[in-house]
Nanobody, 117 residues
Framework: QVQLVESGGGSVQPGGSLSLSCVAS????????MGWYRQAPGKQREFVAV???????NYADSVKGRFTISRDNAKNTVYLQMNSLKPDDTDVYYC???????????WGQGTQVTVSS
């Protein structure tokens, strides 16, 4: 099993920045992909960004150029730097870790991000 704990959510005005972190513990493999989804009440969970073990990254079109994902394997941590935030970015953000072969996925508990004036 893998345990994931997010931190860094909060409230910010439009145009502002927030940085999310997610620390993993348990049965960790260096080949795991790590990333973020987000979800608003009553809506499906939406892909945000992913970083592979080879440090390849992919982003949702809605966040390209504004969000940056990174990982620190020594700290078992994935980060999401969010700049130029918009009210539409308001969601609960979930980090995940996915096995390369089995695609088994582990989720954090989520952290709220609110963008409002």
């Amino acid at each position: 099993q893998v345990q994931l704990v997010e931190s860094g959510g909060g409230s910010v005005q439009p145009g502002g920045s927030l940085s999310l972190s997610c620390v993993a513990s348990g049965s960790i493999r260096s080949t795991d992909a790590m990333g973020w989804y987000r979800q608003a009440p009553g809506k499906q969970r939406e892909f945000v960004a992913v970083v592979t073990s080879g440090l390849s990254t992919n982003y949702a079109d809605s966040v390209k150029g504004r969000f940056t994902i990174s990982r620190d394997n020594a700290k078992n941590t994935v980060y999401l730097q969010m700049n130029s935030l918009k009210p539409d970015d308001t969601d609960v953000y979930y980090c995940y870790r996915r096995r390369r072969t089995s695609q088994a996925t582990y989720w954090g508990q989520g952290t709220q991000v609110t963008v409002s004036s």
